[in-house]
């Protein structure tokens, strides 16, 4: 059901930079902004990118968004073992007239 | 600091009404630079927007195609929460519910900031 494409998971050691892709259209990413959220086992999500790039206040520089025609992408560099948690991307959709979120990518520190 | 606690049943007969509500604290539900959410979490169809109400001069609300005519979510100033009504519940709708606030900052859109602690929904006979 999820419109935005996300690989299923990635992978890296400690110190490593990881890297996650967020496939839209024309309706969503092309048009409107991106958000990234982090979500623990058994938690709720919590935001980690707003605005394609911008970082809210706790985030560690370490935590980086792009955006590029109808794709995003999250980086994480200087990968930690608390890193490891399920990511997804979320943007608007004008076509559908609502909120979306991509399939999600489960990140593990090796 | 803005918290968000839900309360309803995890438990729901096939056919019938789910209500779920949202109590909020430190923020209003009538506030001009937010709007309030509910959206599900289930494996098979990841997460999922149910829709929306906000409050610019007047009350707005938005719904997914998806559910759209089995979804009704409702503002409640007197107490400041909000509540979700899905009617016609089938299995499918086995997921974990949150209530959420968005958030603008100087008219920009932030993002969904503050989540519930959510509620497992069940719906089974």
């Known amino acids: 059901q999820s419109v935005l494409t996300q690989p299923p998971s990635a992978s890296g050691t400690p110190g490593q930079r990881v890297t996650i892709s967020c496939s839209g259209s024309?309706?969503?990413?092309?048009?409107?902004?991106v958000n990234w959220y982090r979500q623990f086992p058994g938690t709720a999500p919590q935001l980690v990118i707003y605005?394609?790039?911008q970082r809210p206040s706790g985030v560690p520089d370490r935590f980086s968004g792009s955006k590029s025609a109808t794709s995003a992408s999250l980086a994480i560099s200087g990968l930690q073992s608390e890193d490891e948690a399920d990511y997804y991307c979320?943007?608007?959709?004008?076509?559908?007239?609502?909120?979306?979120f991509g399939t999600g990518t489960k990140v593990t520190v090796l | 600091q803005v918290q968000l606690r839900q309360s309803g049943p995890g438990l729901v007969k096939p056919s019938q009404t789910l209500s779920l509500t949202c109590a909020i604290s430190g923020d209003s539900v009538s506030s001009g630079s937010a709007a309030w959410n509910w959206i599900r979490q289930s494996p098979s169809r990841g997460l999922e927007w149910l829709g929306r109400t906000y409050y610019r001069s007047k009350w707005y609300y938005e719904y997914p195609v998806s559910v759209k005519g089995r979804v009704t979510i409702d503002p409640d100033t007197s107490k400041n929460q909000f509540s979700l009504q899905l009617n016609s519940m089938i299995p499918e709708d086995t997921a974990v519910y949150y209530c959420?606030?968005?958030?603008?900052?100087?008219?920009?859109?932030?993002?969904?900031?503050?989540w519930g602690q959510g509620t497992t929904v069940t719906v089974s006979s």
């Open positions: 024309s309706s969503n990413i092309g048009t409107n902004t």
């Open positions: 979320a943007s608007w959709d004008d076509s559908l007239k609502g909120r979306v």
């Open positions: 605005n394609i790039n």
């Open positions: 959420s606030r968005e958030t603008w900052i100087r008219g920009a859109y932030y993002g969904v900031d503050v």
